[in-house]
């Protein structure tokens, strides 16, 4: 199936809409009736799944994927470096008259073996047991890309230990499931059998021309860049934010957009972002472990495309300074199996008893959870983002609103709450309709924010998979949940057992809550006051993962046992610090072996126009030429400071060290500083030295060429 030939662009959208993927439909075409019913049964309701079966699904899967062109097949799964992993097998099988044929067995479908030994795994699988597993997951439909047929899987170690992200994932979604059900039976929903979370999560993004990328190191080892004098313009204009999309950039987002679509990812929106060369993708919400392989699939689609246009697209957080970074916010929701959101409000939401509990649980739940929250958006990429008014700040929070913030203070003060009424926008203009208004205004500088009937969460990354950020949450509401339905499995009047506990939630955790600027010192102030925690950075954040109150939670929920919590621990941290350790020997390269002759190139080049000028007319003061020779000399010795330190600091004994946590105290305290210095050097050279001399595309033409 080869991508974005003719017919395809001709295609109308609903028959390019999932067209390479095995979903619901061609099951059902494809499939023999009782074949699909099984297989239905383990999709919906987790039923074991038998050989039988198994292989008819094979066989229908290999027909149909080798009619789209397919030859190889993939147990597609996401490793613990939070990208995606595959190890493409080809159908044929050898015939005994020496031909081959196409087979694939229900035994492939469902599990693979492969080569575990290189994956992080935080020393939970020792080396000499290289075997791991990986385990088809029906609830995620199988695709084309290429020329294979992608099967999403669980990966888990030869001994059973979780090795991936996926599997902590739907473990944490049927967690919030069951508490959830819980909750219902106690207001008498007998029909519900699902509670599944949902999410959209918006993905921000740069474009910038392939050919300068290619010229710079930096973006190339660490998909940043690590030098760069700032350019005349930034985003103060705020012109880019909505703004017309470019015509290079609308034809990327349009292939992109159906290349998404035949995966059946639900591409919806499109536009500019704030920062020069920078955008934003957002689907269509769908069911959190679908929404987080889409994600992933997203990423990867999007660097493809814009390889084929010429560009690349820049996932990092923080690709330059001086400008914003990108983030995802996690647009998060639980829905019933019956179609109903359970974080709607409805029209009188004083009365609807389930929503203000669950609304309680969330909030308990952040509170007490609040640094798993901020652990669950961790990354050294993520560091140059929080906190700079850019993207929340590192202190987690919780934004409800004026009018659900009035209706919980009610509560607690045992006073009636009767509504605000319905606010309409009027526009004063007679040919434009009047609105009712939402009760919820939307507050950009919130990490956690009510945006109506879905929470918002909005510390994650750009880079990051979506899969932690909502294990944390799913298990911190279940656990909240399941505390509630302790107490309320016992009462007499449900109702005012839930104005009870919502009295109590407010009394303990409404600390919280805030519903004012964020980005402000006023709140950091504030926070303090209030006893909130501000993890500043991954390694401030990342040893509470392993509190016990945290392992407790895990382990209760059964989403990972602590040998797993600590193996995770040990990954992220371990990934810190082995991105800055990529980050500074890229530096310490481009500083020694390009800037630095450039540089002395230059100073040697006004010296020699010095020399010149002067033989022809001796008297010449030449003190533009004397003043920057001075002052290049001056910078190129610090420079050349800061390179010899900070490869010092590489070579210290801390760096290397096998406790990660010293090896991340001395990126964060020793190397992190030595970095920002030599680049202030660097940068601070650049815009002094004659553009040809200097080695690299400046910011300028990395963000105003397309
Ligand atoms: P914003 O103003 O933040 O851009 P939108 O209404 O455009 O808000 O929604 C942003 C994202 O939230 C979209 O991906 C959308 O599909 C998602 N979303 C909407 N409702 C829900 C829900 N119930 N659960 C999860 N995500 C949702
Ligand atoms: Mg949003």
């Known amino acids: 199936m080869t991508m974005g030939n003719c017919s395809e662009n001709r295609k109308s959208v609903p028959e390019l809409f999932g067209s390479a993927v095995f979903n619901d439909d061609v099951m059902m075409e494809r499939l023999p009736k009782d074949v699909y019913k099984s297989l239905r049964k383990t999709i919906d309701e987790g039923k074991e799944l038998d050989l039988t079966v198994a292989n008819a699904v094979a066989t229908a899967m290999k027909d149909w994927a080798v009619e789209l062109g397919a030859t190889h097949f993939t147990h597609w799964f996401q490793p613990l470096n939070g990208v995606t992993a595959e190890k493409h097998d080809s159908f044929i099988s050898p015939t005994s008259d020496g031909r ?43 695709f084309i890309k290429g020329d294979s047929l992608y099967i999403p899987t669980a990966f888990c170690s030869y001994s059973g230990e979780v090795l991936d992200k996926k599997t902590p994932l739907l473990r944490s979604m049927e967690a919030l499931s069951t508490q959830a059900l819980r909750i219902l039976r106690l207001f008498g929903d007998q029909h519900t059998h699902q509670v599944t979370t949902t999410v959209g999560p918006e993905q921000e993004y740069f474009l910038i021309d392939k050919e300068l990328y290619r010229r710079r190191p930096d973006l190339i080892f660490c998909g940043r860049t690590l030098f760069g004098a700032k350019a005349p313009k930034g985003q103060e204009l705020e012109d880019h934010y909505y703004g017309a999309i470019k015509p290079r950039v609308a034809e990327f987002m349009r292939d992109l957009d159906r290349e998404l679509w035949k995966l059946g990812v639900l591409a919806k929106t499109k536009h500019n972002e704030v920062a020069p060369a920078q955008h934003e993708l957002a689907p269509i919400f769908t069911t959190t472990n679908i929404a987080c392989d889409h994600n992933q699939l997203t990423m990867e689609v999007m660097k493809n495309v814009a390889n084929r246009h010429g560009l690349v697209c820049l996932l990092h957080e923080k690709p330059f300074a001086g400008v914003s970074g990108s983030g995802k916010h996690n647009n998060w929701s639980l829905s019933t199996d019956t179609g109903k959101n359970l974080l709607d409000p409805g029209k009188r939401p004083w009365e609807n008893y389930p ?78 309709p009047d609105f009712s208004m939402d009760n919820t205004d939307r507050n950009r500088t919130s990490p956690f924010a009510f945006t109506g009937n879905k929470f918002e969460f909005r510390s994650l990354g750009s880079a990051i998979s979506i899969a932690c950020p909502n294990i944390m949450l799913n298990t911190i509401v279940a656990e909240e949940l399941s505390q509630f339905c302790a107490v309320l499995e016992g009462a007499e009047d449900i109702n005012a057992q839930v104005l009870e506990l919502v009295r109590q939630v407010m009394r303990e955790h409404k600390r919280i809550i805030f519903n004012g600027d964020g980005y402000s010192q006023a709140w950091r102030d504030e926070a303090k006051r209030r006893g909130l925690l501000n993890l500043a950075t991954t390694v401030d954040a990342l040893p509470r993962y392993l509190d016990q109150k945290n392992v407790a939670l895990f382990t209760r929920h059964k989403i990972y046992t602590e040998a797993e919590m600590e193996a995770r621990y040990e990954t992220i941290m371990e990934e810190y610090v082995k991105t800055l350790n990529i980050e500074s020997l890229t530096m310490a390269s481009m500083v020694r072996r390009e800037i630095f002759p450039a540089v002395s190139g230059y100073i040697c080049t006004l010296s020699q126009a010095v020399a010149a000028k002067r033989e022809v007319c001796p008297q010449l003061a030449c003190q533009g030429e004397t003043d920057l020779i001075q002052r290049l000399s001056a910078l190129l010795d610090t420079a050349y400071a800061g390179v010899e330190k900070l490869g010092g600091l590489l070579e210290a004994p801390a760096a290397g060290s096998k406790n990660v946590l010293t090896a991340g105290v001395h990126y964060r305290d020793q190397v992190i500083p030595a970095m920002n210095e030599l680049r202030a050097a660097v940068d601070e050279m650049e815009q002094q030295v004659s553009a040809e001399y200097w080695p690299y595309p400046s910011y300028a033409e990395l963000m105003y060429s397309i």
């Open 100 to 142: 081959v044929i196409m087979q694939f067995s229900g035994k492939e479908l469902i599990k693979g073996e492969p080569d575990a030994s290189s994956f992080p795994s935080g020393g939970l699988r020792a080396t000499f047991e290289a075997r791991g597993y990986t385990a088809w997951d029906p609830t995620s439909y199988a």
């Open 355 to 432: 929503f203000l509990l669950i609304l309680a649980a969330v909030i308990k739940g952040a509170d007490e959870y609040q640094d798993l929250l901020r652990i669950s958006v961790a990354s050294a990429g993520n560091d140059h983002r929080l906190g700079a008014k850019e993207a929340p700040p590192t202190i987690i929070s919780m934004f409800l609103g004026d009018e659900l913030t009035a209706i919980l203070t009610a509560i607690e003060e045992g006073r009636a709450y009767d509504g605000a009424g319905e606010k309409k926008l009027e526009t004063g203009v007679r040919v434009l």
